[in-house]
């Protein structure tokens, strides 16, 4: 789960790290007021979407004013103006691809005296298994293109989870950065209190780009992102809470009210699978095979006809899908269940592309029965080879 900028410093607010003062703003008379309790002179108007590169994005309206999704401004009035183009509009960054986002609120924040930008970060390594922290003297930049041109200025220290993040690894990582003197005991303690926010919250990313040093030598946290790991909050009902389903993709965000595992992705070959490392074999031969996965969809071990009927509408409900296949391991899952559920699902959604299924294990023959009963165009798949080759065919013959 992701949320904003301005929730990410809340949160990191409560376990000690530095951030400006700011407030949320729904509209541009929300902002005004925010702007005059703040004081000025200088404030900083933030468009809040879950997507990087909003600095450097542009509008796509030309009442937005043609300025990117962060704004420095010097007086209320300019912080109402600039909030009032931003909101209702959309934003389109390198991040939330050519479509954009729409912004519904924005950050009125306190203007920052920058002397020097870094980069930090906190995430999971899954080669290491470990907590992972990457520094660098490059803030201000995404950290995939500094590690492209400039990979001797990226620090990355891995922290063992027995011993767990320790003053030395801080200090190792000040003084890596340069910083020298006060600055590095501010940036001790704002490495490990960031480093306790990370486990308690059990997040799995926290990036701060940029972390500042400001003229008075002061570490503050000028931008933040949070994700987290969803298996976990029922933990944190209060960072669930700060769930924005309006940054959600439609299609998983139902899924999920359904127990569904599901993720869209860019191709145009449906999938329906129980487990999700058959899942990801399967999107792996449809790539083989010359096709290109919609989704990755885990229906879980023990789905019910019904969950089975909605997972197919799901799928059916993206405009890009051109064909489905179905792919079924009946262990605790039987073949049977699912046959009943896609053939109720597909005549409800009156299915109007190739569908392939391959159902193997518990109750097999009786699920092939029902799908051959069907009197729906319904191709059986002899094992996952079969089943893949033929469903992009298929597509290709339709197209």
């Given at each position: 789960m992701n949320i904003h900028e301005y929730q990410a410093k809340q949160l990191l607010a409560r376990y000690g790290v530095k951030v400006l003062k700011g407030g949320v703003a729904y509209t541009a008379a929300e902002a005004e007021k925010i702007a005059k309790d703040l004081g000025g002179p200088i404030w900083v108007v933030k468009s809040q979407i879950h997507a990087g590169g909003r600095g450097k994005g542009t509008f796509k309206e030309a009442a937005a004013g043609g300025k990117g999704g962060v704004r420095v401004v010097k007086s209320i009035e300019d912080a109402k103006t600039n909030a009032g183009q931003m909101l209702?509009?959309?934003?389109?960054?390198?991040?939330?691809?050519?479509?954009?986002?729409?912004?519904?609120?924005?950050?009125?924040?306190?203007g920052c005296d920058i002397a020097r930008e870094l980069y930090l970060s906190l995430l999971i390594d899954r080669k290491t298994s470990r907590v992972t922290i990457i520094a660098s003297s490059e803030g201000g930049m995404d950290i995939e293109e500094v590690a492209a041109h400039s990979p001797e200025k990226i620090i990355t220290i891995d922290i063992d989870p027995v011993m767990g993040m320790q003053s030395f690894h801080a200090r190792d990582i000040a003084y890596g950065l340069g910083l020298k003197g006060d600055q590095v005991k501010g940036a001790v303690a704002f490495l490990m209190n960031m480093y306790k926010a990370f486990v308690d919250l059990?997040?799995?990313?926290?990036?701060?780009?940029?972390?500042?040093?400001?003229?008075?030598?002061?570490?503050?946290?000028?931008?933040?992102?949070?994700?987290?790991?969803?298996?976990?909050?029922?933990?944190?009902?209060?960072?669930?809470?700060m769930r924005d389903e309006d940054e959600q993709d439609p299609i998983e965000l139902e899924a999920g009210k359904h127990e569904l595992n599901y993720i869209k992705l860019d191709g145009f070959i449906g999938c329906m699978v129980n487990g999700a490392g058959l899942a990801m074999a399967t999107m792996d031969i449809i790539k083989l095979y010359g096709g290109e996965p919609a989704n990755f969809l885990d229906v879980g071990g023990s789905?019910?006809?019904?969950?089975?009927?909605?997972?197919?509408?799901?799928?059916?409900?993206?405009?890009?899908?051109?064909?489905?296949?179905?792919?079924?391991?009946?262990?605790?899952?039987?073949?049977?269940?699912?046959?009943?559920?896609?053939?109720?699902?597909?005549?409800?959604?009156?299915?109007?592309?190739?569908?392939?299924?391959?159902?193997?294990?518990?109750?097999?023959?009786?699920?092939?029965?029902?799908?051959?009963?069907?009197?729906?165009?319904?191709?059986?798949?002899?094992?996952?080879?079969?089943?893949?080759?033929?469903?992009?065919?298929?597509?290709?013959?339709?197209?």
């Open positions: 209702g509009n959309t934003l389109v960054t390198h991040q939330s691809g050519p479509a954009g986002k729409v912004v519904k609120r924005v950050y009125i924040e306190d059990d997040a799995s990313l926290v990036e701060v780009n940029p972390m500042v040093v400001t003229k008075a030598g002061e570490i503050v946290c000028l931008d933040a992102k949070m994700n987290f790991d969803d298996n976990a909050l029922f933990r944190h009902k209060d960072v669930e809470e789905a019910t006809k019904e969950r089975v009927t909605t997972a197919f509408k799901l799928i059916m409900s993206d405009k890009n899908v051109e064909g489905i296949l179905v792919n079924i391991f009946g262990g605790i899952m039987r073949c049977d269940i699912i046959a009943e559920g896609v053939v109720a699902a597909a005549r409800e959604v009156s299915l109007n592309v190739p569908l392939v299924v391959r159902l193997e294990g518990t109750n097999v023959e009786l699920g092939k029965e029902i799908l051959a009963k069907s009197g729906l165009p319904i191709v059986s798949g002899d094992d996952l080879s079969d089943a893949a080759a033929k469903i992009v065919k298929a597509v290709k013959e339709a197209a």
